[in-house]
Nanobody
Framework: QVQLVESGGGLVQAGGSLRLSCAAS????????MGWYRQAPGKQRELVAT???????NYADSVKGRFTISRDNAKNTVYLRMNSLKPEDTAVYYC?????????WGQGTQVTVSS
């Protein structure tokens, strides 16, 4: 059974930082494309960042230069370091894994940035 468990969300003031973690099980993590997506109230879920098994990254324009995705294959964990947070970053952040033609989602973690 595949499980993606996010942690690290919370309430932070604008300009602050948070680090999200996503621990994966039930997949071959080292071969998986891992990513973070977010969904704000009343909006569609959108891509934040992805990282391939080879370490290539892709970021949404809105987070480039502020967010960093990384992974630790030994711990089956993907991270999202978020700096210089803005109120518009407020959303539920979801971990995503893609492997062997399938996609899985975590339950989400709330990030709230106050102005």
């Amino acid at each position: 059974q595949v499980q993606l468990v996010e942690s690290g969300g919370g309430l932070v003031q604008a300009g602050g930082s948070l680090r999200l973690s996503c621990a994966a099980s039930g997949i071959t993590f080292s071969l998986s494309v891992m990513g973070w997506y977010r969904q704000a109230p009343g909006k569609q879920r959108e891509l934040v960042a992805t990282m391939t098994s080879g370490g290539s990254t892709n970021y949404a324009d809105s987070v480039k230069g502020r967010f960093t995705i990384s992974r630790d294959n030994a711990k089956n964990t993907v991270y999202l370091r978020m700096n210089s947070l803005k109120p518009e970053d407020t959303a539920v952040y979801y971990c995503n894994a893609r492997w062997a033609g399938s996609t899985w989602w975590g339950q989400g973690t709330q990030v709230t940035v106050s102005s």
